[in-house]
């Protein structure tokens, strides 16, 4: 049961820009960092952002993420057919004491 | 670089416990810098936390799970266990172990194995 509640789909053609929601709850979103996983098909999933808007090294500009409040946002620009994926945000939940993930959001390319 | 693999027995009965490793290379488990964990996903749905472990004093669980769910590290070969108890068709999943940050930027998840399915069958 996640507590994190995503968008299922999104989809737009290559080159444009694709924003990602992600609302929770002030034991969650409201008081922690978010993180962002991408989940290629079949694959495990990867460290996209943390901290809220911070890349690990390796991944392009092309992701950007934000938060308020008890909501965040993932987007991608100049959208390629590899971005076709799972999106998933993640923050720790002080009344659950673990980690929740997001519901999940397949972005497709047209 | 950080590794990390998963092994499994596969195919399990109902009500057995199931036993998972993690192996870890580019690190050590017993550092205490880290939060090894479990992560798990059914089939074409979504990731469910499962539990961390960072020292004998410091382990948290899922409370869906906790009763049924033991996370422990054998130093002597840089392992992270999962030992699930009383398993149902509902614990069929890929299971991922992965090491997470706890720091100034908050808690996430850097390194992920490639998982290992377990499958609740009769």
């Known amino acids: 049961q996640s507590v994190l509640t995503q968008t299922p789909s999104a989809s737009e053609t290559p080159g444009q820009r694709v924003t990602i929601s992600c609302s929770g709850s002030?034991?969650?979103?409201?008081?922690?960092?978010v993180s962002w996983y991408q989940q290629l098909p079949g694959t495990a999933p990867k460290l996209l952002i943390y901290g809220n808007n911070q890349r690990p090294s390796g991944v392009p500009d092309q992701f950007s993420a934000s938060k308020s409040g008890t909501s965040a946002s993932l987007a991608i620009s100049g959208l390629q057919s590899e971005d076709e994926a799972d999106y998933y945000c993640a923050a720790w939940d002080d009344s659950l004491n673990g980690y929740v993930f997001g519901t999940g959001t397949y972005v497709t390319v047209l | 670089q950080v590794q990390l693999q998963e092994s499994g027995p596969g195919p399990v009965k109902p009500s057995q416990t199931v036993s998972l490793t993690c192996t870890v290379s580019g690190d050590s488990v017993n550092s205490g810098n880290y939060y090894w964990s479990w992560i798990r996903q059914p089939a074409g749905k979504g990731l469910e936390w499962i539990g961390r472990f960072r020292s004998s004093w410091n382990i948290n669980y899922n409370p869906s799970l906790k009763s049924r769910v033991t996370i422990s590290i054998d130093t002597s070969r840089n392992h992270v266990s999962l030992k699930l108890s009383s398993v149902t068709a509902a614990d069929t999943a890929v299971y991922y172990c992965a090491r997470a940050v706890d720091s100034w930027s908050g808690y996430y998840a850097d390194y992920w194995g490639q998982g290992t399915l377990v499958t609740v069958s009769s």
């Open positions: 002030s034991s969650n979103i409201g008081t922690n960092t």
